[in-house]
């Protein structure tokens, strides 16, 4: 079965910084464009960021684009956020995802990891 683990998440104060890793299984992980997306509380998911299969090319929304950071180890099978700059408006619940359409702000994906939750609070 296709398994996606996030790991990394916890409590940052505002300007601090946060890695959060993505795990995957049960696909081949190096044929796929990998995806971000996080749900505040009451709020619908927004696309965070997004990567090619290789890690050539990489994808941001405007919210973070600038203090956020992914990548990927594809002989680790593992993507990951590099958050810095943090700000209370990033507090969410934040998930791995694979096989994604990124359409009006928001993704689509086949396959889900379980979240990890980031609170940015002083």
């Known amino acids: 079965q296709v398994q996606l683990v996030e790991s990394g998440g916890g409590l940052a104060q505002p300007g601090g910084s946060l890695r959060l890793s993505c795990a995957a299984s049960?696909?081949?992980?190096?044929?796929?464009?990998m995806t971000w997306a996080r749900q505040a509380p009451g709020k619908g998911l927004e696309w965070v960021s997004g990567?090619?299969?290789?890690?050539?090319?990489?994808y941001y929304a405007d919210s973070v684009k600038g203090r956020f950071t992914i990548s990927r180890d594809n002989a680790k099978n593992t993507v990951y956020l590099q958050m810095n700059s943090l700000k209370p408006e990033d507090t969410a619940l934040y998930y791995c995802?694979?096989?994604?359409?990124?359409?009006?702000?928001?993704?689509?994906?086949?396959?889900w990891g379980q979240g990890t939750q980031v609170t940015v609070s002083s």
């Open positions: 049960g696909f081949t992980f190096s044929s796929y464009a």
């Open positions: 995802a694979a096989d994604c359409t990124v359409v009006a702000y928001t993704a689509v994906c086949d396959y």
């Open positions: 990567i090619y299969s290789d890690g050539s090319d990489t």
